[in-house]
Nanobody, 114 residues
Framework: VQLQASGGGLVQPGGSLRLSCAAS????????RSWYRQAPGNQRELVTR???????DYADSVKGRFTVSRDNAKNTVDLQMNSLKPEDTAVYYC?????????WGQGTLVTVSS
């Protein structure tokens, strides 16, 4: 199963973007859907996760600005990013975890700059 992330781009500080991630095939019993990001020179970090019961978790740096959502039937996960800051600039990766393993998307670049 492959994950396809989309929606990245260039946005000015204070702007918004919506990222989407879709699975190319069927993934059963997905336990969690997450977004990670990696800025140049930094390690990949968890941005947000939504688990089976709909419980969400956010990095402190994005709380109140980012919102994760999912569609179980379509096996997708979206990330609404508002009030973007230059420090949000990174490649964003989606990740699904299921009993058969973990799948990663190819990454989509988000650049926040004036």
């Amino acid at each position: 199963v492959q994950l396809q992330a989309s929606g990245g781009g260039l946005v000015q500080p204070g702007g918004s973007l919506r990222l989407s991630c879709a699975a190319s095939g069927r993934i059963f019993s997905v336990q969690s859907r997450s977004w990670y990001r990696q800025a140049p020179g930094n390690q990949r970090e968890l941005v947000t996760r939504i688990v089976g019961g709909g419980i969400t978790d956010y990095a402190d740096s994005v709380k109140g600005r980012f919102t994760v959502s999912r569609d179980n039937a379509k096996n997708t996960v979206d990330l609404q990013m508002n009030s973007l800051k230059p420090e949000d600039t990174a490649v964003y990766y989606c990740n699904f975890v299921a009993p058969r393993g973990s799948s990663w998307g190819q990454g989509t670049l988000v650049t926040v700059s004036s």
